[in-house]
């Protein structure tokens, strides 16, 4: 059955995205060499080969043959199990223990010891099921694991939302095999996985970092999140909008803005404004210090760390550091 060209020009579209991904997780120099990244970068990359497969045996570029057939299932056993132990990792779990990569080989094994009578019996339906079962183990665990993670990370819920409903779109596949574009839904699900993916990268600039992340500590306590907010501002450095509030930063860091204030209150002792003002005022210090800034108005450089007005700046410094920006910077002139 034969995909329209359009549709045909999606699906790759998809697995270039998956194939763009996995590449930048195993090589770019801004993200830490973790396992992590790299059982994510294996999955996307075997997840993108299968549907550029799909792609190809369909629009007739390939024709189908028993080693592509161990290629295909072989991969499709795989990559549920880098799934569910990449999501371990991420959520600060135990290592997943090494059974659940034991589909894979196994199948592999029995087909070619005994050929086709085994690839025979064993159908796609098999697959589906395997592939279901660790879906929803992973579902679970995110689901059980939520309370203690330190931000609510998007891209997680891509991940197995996604899978989720390809399964689904498999599901309905098998029931209802004469239905042509129940048949198209599957590979059409693929691409927009990874096409949401590729959004979700390039429209939060924390997305790919926390891809290769622990997201979590075992404790799960307001330290571990009070950790990770503070790397995100350190990192990000949301403070040096004026009209940051505590709703915005709640959002960017997944959490509920009640959440928020609690985790800042817990380990600094301080509100929302006063720690988002300490971190401006820091960076203020940081910048009179700076002989490259100089000439720059002391004025100037509140409105640039993030401050409304001169008088705003000026109240917030003296009370943190018992003097005037003026005199902090004629100070450490001396």
């Known amino acids: 059955m034969n995909g329209l060209p359009w549709q045909n020009l999606l699906h790759v579209i998809g697995a270039a995205n998956a194939l763009l991904l996995a590449a930048v997780l195993l090589w770019s120099p801004r993200l830490a060499r973790t396992r992590a990244g790299w059982l994510l970068a294996t999955y996307l990359a075997g997840l993108g080969l299968l549907l550029w497969l799909f792609t190809a045996v369909d629009a007739g570029w390939l024709p189908f043959s028993k080693g592509l057939r161990l290629v295909y299932d072989g991969v499709a056993l795989l990559i549920p199990a880098l799934l569910f132990d990449y999501l371990r990792r991420a959520v600060g779990a135990s290592r997943a223990p090494r059974w659940i990569y034991f589909p894979a080989p196994l199948f592999l094994l029995l087909a070619l010891l005994t050929g086709e009578e085994f690839l025979d019996r064993f159908r796609i339906e098999h697959v589906v099921l395997i592939q279901l079962a660790y879906s929803v183990a992973a579902a679970l665990l995110l689901l059980r694991t939520r309370g203690r ?10 991940l197995v939302g996604g899978v989720l409903l390809i399964n689904a779109a ?20 693929g691409a927009a996985y990874f096409i949401a993916l590729t959004w979700l990268v390039v429209n939060d600039p924390r997305a790919m970092r926390s891809f290769t992340e622990v997201l979590a500590k075992p404790d799960g306590d307001h330290a571990a999140q009070f950790g990770a907010l503070d790397d995100y501002v350190s990192r990000e450095r ?49 910048l009179l210090e700076d002989p490259g800034e100089s000439r720059t108005s002391v004025e100037a450089i509140g409105l640039m760390v993030g401050f409304r007005s001169r008088s705003t700046f000026y109240e917030a410094f003296k009370r ?14 001396g």
């Open 170 to 189: 498999q599901l309905l596949r098998i029931a209802f095999p004469n239905v042509a574009w129940i048949f198209d839904a599957v590979p059409m699900a």
């Open 320 to 333: 943190s550091s018992g003097m005037t920006p003026a005199a902090w910077r004629k100070a450490r002139k």
């Open 149 to 158: 993670l330190a931000v609510w990370p998007k891209h997680l819920v891509v």
């Open 238 to 286: 949301p403070y040096l909008d004026p009209g940051l509030s505590l709703e915005s930063l709640a959002g960017a860091a997944g959490m509920s803005p009640r959440r928020l204030s609690e985790v800042i209150n817990e380990a600094t002792g301080a509100g929302f404004y006063e720690y988002i003002n300490g971190r401006r005022i820091q960076a203020a210090r940081n």
